[in-house]
């Protein structure tokens, strides 16, 4: 995976915006998957407990703050985090090599999710459910996860996919099963939903 | 010559729109530092004379930060969740499997009467013929035997 970083030349007033990219980039560093999940894998394919026990440590957390702003219920977030362990060690054995582990274990986890939400409007509505702000945190936070959740499950996952978990456009589109074109577009109508839903407030929202 | 001139302007105009629209379309991927270096490069040249797009950029780094930061904070695995999952993993028959396949070598050294160590391989390979269900297609296509 190529990066770059860019020294623009004086005259631009990008210097705020460069530096969040410059501060966020030790951030970034640490949500790519790292190159030996592959053998873990394996290991894993061999029954090897020690493994699984690796692959949990680190997945399990970046899993259910994949699934917690979907689903907007811990328990559900956790089970579906448990699921999708529990099929990663059923299933190691199918895994392909020539796709990212990361990808695969992602995969999983938001067939497990969109499994939920399907079962769920079948049963209530999401509007019925505790927020997912409530737990002590900064207003701006709050506020993130309110407009959060009124965007479309589809957008949701995108945004979390590629603003919180960090993949490319090309593992989004290997996970979704979609055209690159078509993940570019949708992230693009997603994060335009959701800063205009933060900069307006859901009522200036529907006026639009 | 009003109609060819209206047509050069429409084209300039068009063509702006079009290079915004491809720059705006990257912004995440640039913001999230997975974005390849021609595309950054592209980027930050279209930036460069851009105004509108270059605010884009910012608001995008500042929303990729905001989200990253709130979704870093929310809750991490209770400390039971590897308990609870490792309950879960039974041993499997690819697993006693696997011990037998570990230690068979080491019993037959030790002098493990032939006939046993016969019947323990032969259960091996007739455990080698199991089913294994892929999760990724549907279920009438996946059974594969694993030699």
């Given at each position: ?11 631009f007033e990008l210097s705020a915006g460069l530096a969040l990219l ?177 900069e307006g407030g859901e009522q200036r929202e529907r006026g639009l | ?16 729109s079009e290079a915004c629209e491809q720059v705006q379309r990257m ?121």
């Amino acid at each position: 995976m190529l990066r770059a970083v860019f020294h623009l030349p004086a005259p631009f007033e990008l210097s705020a915006g460069l530096a969040l990219l410059t501060d966020s980039s030790s951030l970034a560093g640490a949500i790519v998957g790292s190159a030996d999940d592959q053998s873990l894998l394996r290991r894993i394919a061999d029954r090897d407990r020690q493994a699984m026990r690796e692959l949990y440590d680190r997945y399990a957390d970046r899993l259910l703050r994949f699934a917690y702003p979907q689903l907007h219920d811990r328990q559900e977030a956790e089970d579906v985090v448990q699921e999708t362990m529990l099929a990663i060690w059923q299933g190691a054995g199918t895994f392909r090599q020539a796709s990212r582990p990361s990808t695969w274990v992602f995969g999983i986890c938001r067939n497990k999710i969109g499994e939920r939400l399907r079962r769920r409007r079948e049963l209530q509505p999401l509007d019925g459910l505790p927020d997912l702000a409530a737990h002590g945190t900064p207003t701006a936070t709050v506020e993130l996860w309110q407009q959060f959740r009124l965007l479309s499950p589809e957008h949701r996952e995108v945004l979390l996919l590629v603003f919180h978990q960090g993949f490319s456009q090309e593992e989004v589109a290997e996970m979704l099963g979609v055209p690159v074109g078509t993940v570019k577009s949708r992230t693009f109508h997603a994060r335009r939903r959701l800063q205009a839903l933060l900069e307006g407030g859901e009522q200036r929202e529907r006026g639009l | 010559m009003r109609g060819d001139v209206f047509r050069l302007c429409w084209k300039v105009v068009s063509s702006v729109s079009e290079a915004c629209e491809q720059v705006q379309r990257m912004l995440p991927w640039v913001a999230n530092h997975t974005a390849a270096a021609d595309e950054v490069a592209e980027v930050y040249l279209h930036v460069a004379s851009c105004q509108e797009c270059r605010r884009q950029l910012v608001q995008t780094i500042a929303l990729w930060r905001r989200l990253h930061e709130a979704a870093e904070a929310l809750p991490a695995t209770p400390t039971d969740g590897w308990d609870r999952l490792a309950a879960a993993l039974t041993p499997t028959a690819g697993e006693l499997d696997l011990v037998l396949k570990r230690w068979l070598p080491a019993l037959e050294a030790c002098g493990l009467p032939p006939a046993v160590t016969r019947l323990l391989h032969l259960g091996r390979a007739l455990g080698d013929q199991r089913w294994a269900v892929s999760i990724d297609v549907p279920l009438w296509q996946t059974v594969t035997v694993r030699a």
